[in-house]
């Protein structure tokens, strides 16, 4: 087993404390953007518009619909449950060799924009699983098996899979060709 170089650690480590204070500082601003774009995108795609999500004053997204009955509850999500993997991609690329490097930056911003519009893929797939699986006897008579069984699916691929392996694909993609070097250099040196 390699040795644990500690300044990565170290540097990494930052990323995350750093990663937590900007996410829990800039969820509330976040929130309503990403929702606004799942709205936007989600009514895109409806006959008839029917969809809005309403930040309420509990973290939390109020799903409502225009045909919903108006005395029913109203289900609820946290999208702050969908964009913490944020932090892991800074905490990664807190951990390079060079991490205020223009390269890294430039890197981490292109990575974070598109981060970004995969929240807003979670926040649809979210509001889909709700309604093809979660509102009872109107479920059944609006979706078919299929759609159930597609938007159950991409909902836990999205929360189980595509949380973490988006973070880390995109800290790989965009880490920049400096940060490769050294580990190649290691291995000619070997």
Known sequence: MPPIDWRVALRAFAGFVAGVVLWVLLSPLYDRVVAA???????????????????????????????????SKRPGISIRDLTFNIVLL????????????????????????????????????????????KLGPWSTVNYSDFDRNLWGVLNHFYRLVLMYAIAFALWWVFRGAAQAEPAKKKKRAR
């Open 37 to 71: 774009g799942a709205e936007s995108l989600m009514r895109a795609f409806e006959q008839p518009k029917v969809t809005r999500l309403r930040l309420a004053a509990d973290n939390f997204t109020t799903v409502d619909r225009a045909d919903f009955d108006p005395r």
């Open 90 to 133: 800074i905490a990664l690329f807190a951990a390079t060799p060079r991490p205020f490097s223009d390269r890294n930056i430039g890197g981490f911003l292109v990575a974070a924009v598109i981060l970004g519009f995969t929240h807003v893929f979670g926040v649809i797939a979210e509001v889909m699983s709700i309604y093809v699986a």
